[in-house]
C-alpha cells in the first residue's frame, strides 16, 4: 500500500508540475494578450484538473485503506506522522509529501497572480468598450446602492 502511495504522490507531484509550467506560460499570455495561446493553455489546464481530480481520489481511497490497516493511526495524526509506519519508504513519502505541497502553493500562488492580471486585463477591456459604446459610471451610487450608469450614443444607427 505504501509504494502505491509513494507513486500517486509522485504522479500528483508530475501533474501539478505541469500545471506550474503551464501558470507560468499563462501569465507570459495574459501579458502579452495572446488569447490563442490562453486559450489553448486553459484547455491543457482543465485536462489537466481532471487528471489530478482522479489522482486525488485515488489517493483517498488509499488512505482509507491504510488508515483502516493500521489502527494506531489517529485522526489527529498528521501524514507526516503517519509515514514512520512505512518502515523503509517512510523518507521517500515524506519527500515525496513535501515536494508536492511546495508545488501546490507554487501554483496557488502563481494562479493568484494571473487571476490578478486577468481582473486587470477584463477591467481596462470594459473600460474601453464603455468609451467606445458612450457609457460612464457616475463616481456616486444611486438608489438602492446601484451605480448610476449612463448612455450617450456615439453612433448614428439611421446612417
Not at 509522485?10 to 490562453?38: F, I, Q
Not at 456616486?140 to 450608469?149: H, K, L, M, Q, S
Request: glycine content about 8%; charged content about 25%; some cysteine.
Amino acid at each position: 500500500m505504501w509504494q502505491e502511495l509513494l507513486k500517486i504522490l509522485r504522479k500528483l507531484s508530475s501533474d501539478y508540475g505541469v500545471v506550474a509550467a503551464l501558470g507560468k506560460e499563462k501569465h507570459r499570455a495574459l501579458v502579452g494578450v495572446d488569447m490563442k495561446t490562453l486559450d489553448r493553455l486553459i484547455k491543457r489546464e482543465a485536462d489537466l484538473a481532471s487528471s489530478i481530480q482522479k489522482t486525488e481520489s485515488a489517493r483517498q481511497e488509499l488512505c482509507l485503506k491504510i488508515i483502516k490497516a493500521y489502527p494506531s493511526i489517529t485522526p489527529e495524526m498528521k501524514m507526516q506522522e503517519a509515514y514512520q509506519l512505512a518502515g523503509p519508504l517512510a523518507c521517500e513519502l515524506k519527500s515525496a509529501h513535501e515536494a508536492l505541497t511546495k508545488l501546490v502553493e507554487d501554483v496557488k500562488s502563481q494562479a493568484e497572480i494571473n487571476n490578478i492580471l486577468a481582473m486587470g486585463a477584463l477591467g481596462a477591456v470594459n473600460q474601453r468598450l464603455g468609451q467606445i459604446g458612450g457609457v460612464s459610471v457616475d463616481p456616486v451610487y444611486g438608489r438602492g446602492g446601484r451605480e448610476n450608469v449612463s448612455h450617450r450614443q456615439n453612433f448614428e444607427y439611421d446612417a
